[in-house]
């Protein structure tokens, strides 16, 4: 099987700073696509950044310039470093990643827990 856990979330006052990591473990072949997505209660989650297995990356409008995903394929995780950090920034962070695992080769999507995020004014 596969976990993904989430960890760095916390409160921070507006214009601070926080590292969210994603670690997976489990039956992992390869790791492909891994991302972060935040939700508000009474909101759709929503994507904030992605970042391929190749290093790609892509972010919301919202957090450009601000936000950097990165990954480190030796530890199978990812981070999303934020600065600048808004109110408007307050959610429950989650990573998910698309894994091909064995014995039985098959590719599914993978989510963690989620972490909270708050930023105060």
């Known amino acids: 099987q596969v976990q993904l856990v989430e960890s760095g979330g916390g409160t921070v006052q507006a214009g601070g700073s926080l590292r969210l990591s994603c670690a997976a473990s489990g039956n992992i072949l390869r790791i492909n696509r891994m991302d972060w997505y935040r939700q508000i209660p009474g909101n759709q989650r929503e994507l904030v950044a992605g970042?391929?297995?190749?290093?790609?990356?892509n972010y919301a409008d919202s957090v450009k310039g601000r936000f950097t995903i990165s990954r480190d394929n030796a530890k199978n995780t990812v981070y999303l470093q934020m600065n600048g950090l808004k109110p408007q920034d307050t959610a429950v962070y989650y990573c998910?990643?698309?894994?091909?695992?064995?014995?039985?080769?098959?590719?599914?999507?993978?989510w963690g827990q989620g972490t909270q995020v708050t930023v105060s004014s």
């Open positions: 970042i391929t297995s190749g290093g790609s990356t």
């Open positions: 998910d990643a698309t894994i091909t695992t064995y014995p039985r080769i098959h590719m599914s999507t993978y």
